[in-house]
């Protein structure tokens, strides 16, 4: 499987490709980031993260796009960044049927570094070392994504089956009832944006 993860940011968007499988050896494919000019006008900003993303799809043609879920943040502006570059890397995958995914960061440090709590040099250095990579990649964007599609590769398949399984086992609503809500897993985090 190739996953195309993608850290979400308007100044520095970070990029990266694994192929691997669960019980496989990883292999980076290619590293990133999409930058743009902090001082251009948001519209020109998404344009140019959308232009950057569609580029590394041609170029890379993921089966998957791992995306960090965005959390809220005290920093509305840079919360409200983040979001907009999340959403355009999600409608470019959409658009050309590619699957997209969202993960937790603390889901991602658990499934790199075996702790959720895991600080970014750790990450970093576990990306590293799982890649078999000479030198750690940077920028931490850069890192962040090689991290996001680590996380899939290992943990997606497995949490894709499970939601599959409740879907499947949970009966059908009867007429005049609400749907059954979707197991907590499921849905987003408190504090989460939605």
Same mark, same amino acid.
């Given at each position: 499987?190739?996953?195309l993860?993608?850290d979400?940011?308007? %100044?520095?968007?970070? &990029?990266?490709v694994?192929?691997?499988?669960? $019980? =496989?050896?990883?292999?980076?494919?290619?590293?990133?980031? !999409?930058r743009?000019p902090?001082?251009?006008?948001?519209g020109?900003?998404?344009l140019?993260?959308?232009?950057g993303i569609?580029?590394?799809?041609?170029?890379?043609?993921?089966?998957?796009?791992?995306?960090?879920?965005v959390f809220?943040?005290?920093?509305?502006r840079?919360?409200?960044?983040t979001a907009?570059a999340?959403?355009?890397?999600m409608?470019?995958?959409?658009r050309?049927?590619?699957?997209?995914?969202?993960? %937790?960061?603390s889901? &991602?440090?658990?499934?790199?570094?075996?702790? $959720? =709590?895991a600080?970014?040099?750790?990450?970093?250095?576990? !990306?590293?070392r799982?890649?078999?990579?000479?030198?750690?990649?940077?920028?931490?964007?850069?890192?962040d994504a090689?991290?996001?599609?680590?996380?899939?590769i290992?943990?997606g398949?497995?949490?894709?089956?499970?939601a599959a399984?409740?879907?499947k086992?949970?009966?059908?609503?009867?007429?005049?009832?609400?749907?059954?809500?979707a197991p907590?897993?499921?849905?987003?985090?408190?504090?989460?944006?939605r």
């Open positions: 499987m190739r996953v993860g993608v979400p940011g308007l %100044t520095r968007c970070g &990029v990266g694994v192929d691997g499988a669960p $019980g =496989r050896p990883l292999r980076m494919v290619g590293v990133g980031v !999409v743009t902090a001082d251009a006008e948001i020109q900003r998404l140019l993260v959308e232009q569609e580029g590394w799809l041609d170029e890379h043609r993921p089966d998957l796009v791992a995306v960090e879920r809220a943040q005290h920093n509305v840079t919360v409200m960044g907009q999340s959403a355009v890397a409608l470019c995958a959409t050309r049927g590619i699957p997209v995914t969202l993960h %937790t960061p889901e &991602v440090k658990a499934a790199v570094t075996g702790s $959720g =709590r600080d970014k040099a750790q990450v970093t250095a576990m !990306v590293q799982l890649l078999r990579l000479d030198a750690p990649p940077k920028p931490a964007d850069a890192a090689l991290a996001l599609a680590i996380c899939h290992w943990r398949g497995a949490t894709g089956r499970i399984a409740v879907a086992a949970a009966p059908a609503a009867a007429p005049g009832r609400a749907p059954a809500r907590y897993s499921a849905r987003a985090p408190r504090g989460a944006a």
